[in-house]
């Protein structure tokens, strides 16, 4: 029992060093571990432990670069705009907290909803098998036609969607390593561009913000972990997105969201072992990179839920550490400096990462990522990067 509890705390600090590396992928991390895996002397469970301690810790920690730095993951990228919000209205620390609020209850319940869901996915699954993508394209109908100017909407997702396709297709690069500058310039790059174009003034951060549990945030927790189940049930929709469409259904604030999309994010790393064990379908690149090195039965189902739960109180702990730490950090900077300083980081990692093919690939993102925020339609629409090719690739 020992040696796991220290497996998991190893698995916390790498995924607490990793999730605070901007443009770090959870799916880049999964390919280092598998290729690192047969020369660390551990039997499959063991390795395990640590991935799923590393991945959860990392889906808590994603937020910090994505509230102050702007550079966000896949699973935070439409957080940006609601979290810098708050950031500019001095009340970073109540986005650290209501984001942590949401990650913790998303695996409370999403462990709760276990048994249930270990009987209902493989129903839902037999039963949408031919149909998923028909439904990911009502939901992205959906996305757009509840924007004002629909047109831009609309222009935004399909070339969003061309770039991906294109990209994806040249196979220049790994899927996982194209990611990085596409989502860098879509999400990151354009909205520094614009930080710096409005001159932001450097808002001094309140440090003793209560945020307290109350019924509105176990309610949005509670459904960001139950639309973690059709997060890893639709492809290429993101957390962000289902968190949209469920709250135009059910009203929404801007905190409401951010707890929402926090807890879909980690629910969704539970679900998706369970699609790992239940159909065989890995959901994730870590149920993924398990399934290749094991077979998922019910009691390491049951140990890597259990690591998951004690790997979330340790991050929880370490997540509000750290981000009070950053706020206090970016109060006490010029706030252009840090921008352009995330800037030039950006690019350095874009060059080194992904070479002159990535850096041309995040100058078009940008350009697009721009198009969204100059036109004031929601930037959900640019996650057309992925939708557009997996329908692309699985109907037509």
């Known amino acids: 029992m020992i040696y796991i509890l220290t497996l998991t705390l190893i698995g916390c600090a790498i995924g607490t060093i990793t999730g605070l590396t901007p443009g770090l992928h959870l799916n880049t991390v999964c390919l280092i571990g598998l290729s690192l895996y047969p020369k660390l ?20 920690m994603d937020f910090v670069p994505a509230i102050f730095t702007g550079v966000p993951e896949e699973g935070t990228a439409l957080s940006i705009l609601p ?4 950031v500019i209205e001095g009340r970073s620390m109540e986005a650290v907290k209501l984001t942590a609020y949401g990650c913790l209850l998303g695996v409370v319940y999403s462990i709760l909803l276990l048994l249930p869901v270990i009987y209902i996915v493989p129903v839902i699954y037999k039963t949408m098998k031919g149909t998923i993508m028909y439904v990911v394209v009502i939901a992205t109908i959906v996305l757009i036609i509840r924007e004002k100017n629909k047109a831009f909407a609309l222009i935004s997702f399909l070339l969003s969607g061309y770039l991906g396709f294109i990209a994806l297709d040249l196979k220049i690069l790994s899927p996982t390593e194209v990611l990085f500058p596409l989502f860098a310039g879509l999400f990151g790059i354009s909205n520094i561009l614009v930080s ?4 932001t003034a450097n808002t001094p951060q309140l440090e003793d913000i209560e945020v307290n549990l109350d019924k509105n945030i176990a309610f949005s927790a509670l459904v960001g972990s139950l639309c973690g189940i059709i997060v890893g049930l639709l492809p290429s ?12 259904f059910l009203g ?11 807890a879909i994010n980690t629910s969704d790393a539970i679900y998706s072992l369970v699609s790992l064990y239940t159909i065989n379908n890995p959901r994730s690149g870590v149920a993924a990179m398990l399934g290749q090195i094991m077979t998922l039965d019910s009691n390491t189902l049951l140990l890597f839920i259990g690591t998951t739960a004690f790997a979330s109180m340790i991050a929880t702990a370490a997540y509000l550490l750290l981000g009070k730490t950053a706020m206090k950090f970016v109060a006490k900077i010029d706030y252009t400096k840090m921008n352009l300083a995330i800037l030039i980081l950006i690019v350095v990692l874009t060059y080194w990462m992904t070479g002159l093919f990535g850096l041309f690939l995040a100058v078009l993102a940008t350009a697009i990522g721009l198009i969204p925020i100059q036109t004031g339609v929601s930037r959900t629409h640019l996650m057309g990067l992925l939708i557009l090719p997996t ?5 037509l």
């Open 391 to 395: 329908i692309t690739y699985t109907i």
């Open 83 to 86: 979290a810098h919000r708050l």
């Open 237 to 248: 929709m993101s957390p962000s997105q289902v968190g949209i469409i469920a709250y135009d």
């Open 41 to 60: 002397g551990l039997n499959p469970i063991e390795f395990g432990v640590v991935m799923v301690s590393a991945a959860i810790t990392q889906n808590f």
């Open 196 to 199: 710096l174009k409005d001159k």
């Open 252 to 262: 929404s604030n801007l905190r409401s969201f951010l707890v929402s999309v926090s």
